[in-house]
């Protein structure tokens, strides 16, 4: 029968295999290891890449940013201006509201304190006297009341008739108007002078006899 011979493994057999084993494993390791490295094309070219500004260039990103603050920032300027623009017209117009109400005032003051001027003659005694009636609602009219004393007196105010009945009484007409003393009392305006032969007294209180006798002192042609 043949002879089987025995194949024997040295330590020298050993260690070159486990050198061949070990080398086949690091190169394995590399090139897992260079495929994790590399992502795949697809996955490089999805990455969004970001403009980087150079140093004190601002980007398009950042000049759009500050026009819109800006813009901004005037439409809150034109707001405030419009605001005080507003108020500033309001109190002008409250003011010359105020000024104007004071220069009426003050014109109405005016007007009450300072006392109407009349002339110290018969056109001036007339206008007086048709001032005073109109507030005591005593008919009579500029024409009426300068004929009648045209006629009685020929305009003196110190015309004294001294021959008629009156004046043989004891009791003469006097004045403008030719008035005597009891008709002149029962007949005197309130306000004006109580004597006789005043200018102003002695018209109204003929006006108001007349207006009493004959509805008017228009309406006297002669003697009353």
Known sequence: MPRISTLRITRTH????????????????AATSAQGDTPPAA?????????????????????????????????EAAAKKAVADRKAAAEKAAAKERSEKQAANRSTERKAVTPKKYANNLDGWIRESLDIMKKK??????????????RESSGNPNAVNDWDI??????????LLQVIQPTFDAY??????????????NITAAANYAADRYGSIDNVDSAY
């Not at 050993?14 to 390791?29: E, Q, R």
């Not at 940013?65 to 800006?70: F, G, H, N, R, T």
């Open 188 to 201: 005197h305006v309130k306000g004006t002078p109580k004597k006789l032969t005043d200018p102003v007294a």
């Open 43 to 75: 996955a490089r070219s999805s990455v969004a890449v970001e403009p980087v500004a150079a140093a004190g260039i601002p980007t398009a990103k950042d000049a759009a940013e500050k026009k819109a603050a800006q813009d901004t920032a005037e439409k």
């Open 166 to 175: 009156n004046a043989r009484n004891g009791i003469p007409s006097k004045g």
């Open 14 to 29: 050993k260690l070159a295999t486990a050198a061949l084993v070990a080398a086949g494993s690091v190169s394995a390791i």
């Open 137 to 150: 609602n005593i008919p009579g009219s500029y024409e009426g009341l300068h004929r009648n004393i045209m």
